[in-house]
Antibody, heavy 113, light 109 residues
Framework: QVQLVESGGGVVQPGRSLRLSCAASGFTFSYYTMHWVRQAPGKGLEWVAIISFDGSKKYYADSVKGRFTISRDNSQNTLYLQMNSLRAEDTAVYYC??????WGQGTLVTVSS | QAVVTQEPSLTVSPGGTVTLTCGSSTGPVTSGQYPYWIQQRPGQAPRTLIYDTNNKHSWTPARFSGSLLGGKAALTLSGAQPEDEAEYYCLFSYSGDWVFGGGTKLTVL
């Protein structure tokens, strides 16, 4: 079955960087667009970024544009989110998703001094 | 970026019918925005119930259906069950960017 497993979350100081990974299995990863979505504590879902099947097209939410970079390695069936210049308001559970069919369990990122 | 608007909360009686809606600040919602409906139960990861307006997965209970209604995307629940109590989010595509609605907290009471 389709499975997505995120990793890389943790506690980081404001202004620092973190890279999230998402390991995909159960489907042909290189065929599908993938998303990152986040959820701040007690809040709703917020779309973060999307990458096309081949990595040629990327789009970002205004709140992360210029600071976050989405990428993928189709040879490793892995999705990434490079997060730079982190702020307190980036604190959230980050989900990778193939939104038509599957979501990961999420990884918590806490930005705090 | 566009704003997607949902009812903040709704209540339905067990066995009853309720319709959740999502409107877009850019105008009528169309099938070209590939409306998704996503369910999130407390403490759980989201799961997609409906994709591309009205398509269901094998795990989507038959009592859920998606449609376009009066310029909005709609999720209708017919025959509500206690396990349907959850937060429901819609998700729209805007030519590259995607936007979630703020979520509807559905109470079955």
């Amino acid at each position: 079955q389709v499975q997505l497993v995120e990793s890389g979350g943790g506690v980081v100081q404001p202004g620092r960087s973190l890279r999230l990974s998402c390991a995909a299995s159960g489907f042909t990863f290189s065929y599908y667009t993938m998303h990152w979505v986040r959820q701040a504590p007690g809040k709703g879902l917020e779309w973060v970024a999307i990458i096309s099947f081949d990595g040629s097209k990327k789009y970002y939410a205004d709140s992360v544009k210029g600071r976050f970079t989405i990428s993928r390695d189709n040879s490793q069936n892995t999705l990434y989110l490079q997060m730079n210049s982190l702020r307190a308001e980036d604190t959230a559970v980050y989900y990778c998703a193939r939104v038509d069919i599957a979501w990961g369990q999420g990884t918590l990122v806490t930005v705090s001094s | 970026q566009a704003v997607v608007t949902q009812e903040p909360s709704l209540t339905v009686s067990p066995g009853g019918t309720v319709t959740l809606t999502c409107g877009s600040s850019t105008g009528p919602v169309t099938s070209g925005q590939y409306p998704y409906w996503i369910q999130q139960r407390p403490g759980q990861a989201p799961r997609t119930l409906i994709y591309d307006t009205n398509n269901k997965h094998s795990w989507t209970p038959a009592r859920f259906s998606g449609s376009l209604l009066g310029g909005k995307a709609a999720l209708t629940l017919s025959g509500a069950q206690p396990e349907d109590e959850a937060e429901y989010y819609c998700l729209f595509s805007y030519s590259g960017d995607w936007v979630f609605g703020g979520g509807t907290k559905l109470t079955v009471l």
